[in-house]
């Protein structure tokens, strides 16, 4: 099974690593495994705050559409080459692949979720 690394961040002190089944989207992953990816719209495409950052094996996912790049577009932090929404990207084959969680994302996910605030 393919491995996502979520690389650390001001929630994450440390780097989680989670094996998921092939096919799966990073936000699903995030959602399943208590990962701090922001989702608005739920992972319709309806919005840019799962925005993450493919830092390594961006060949072992999907390809983006045009829906998601339009989304991104909408994105508050910069859009990079390896910019992809969470609920859009999904791994493919065995690869790994790293991420890192934009600002956004976490600044949404403290909103959907107060309780994990850091005060």
Same mark, same amino acid.
């Given at each position: 099974? &393919? ?8 929630? /994450? ?9 092939e ?26 705050t ?5 830092q ?7 390809? /983006? ?12 932090? &910069? ?12 791994? %493919? ?14 600044? %949404?996910?403290?909103?959907?979720? &107060? ?5």
């Amino acid at each position: 099974m &393919p491995k996502i690394t979520f690389l650390p961040n001001r929630k /994450m002190p440390q780097p989680v690593t989670i094996e998921v089944p092939e096919d799966t989207s990073i936000l699903d992953a995030a959602e399943e495994n208590h990962i701090p990816v922001g989702s608005a719209c739920g992972g319709v495409c309806a919005c840019s705050t799962c925005h993450v950052y493919i830092q390594q094996g961006g060949e072992n996912v999907t390809e /983006m559409e045009d829906k998601e790049s339009d989304r991104l577009d909408l994105a508050v932090d &910069p859009v990079e080459s390896n910019s992809r929404l969470g609920c859009q990207c999904r791994l %493919t084959g065995t690869g790994d692949i790293v991420v890192k969680i934009s600002e956004e994302s976490l600044a %949404t996910f403290d909103n959907e979720h &107060p309780e994990h605030r850091q005060r």
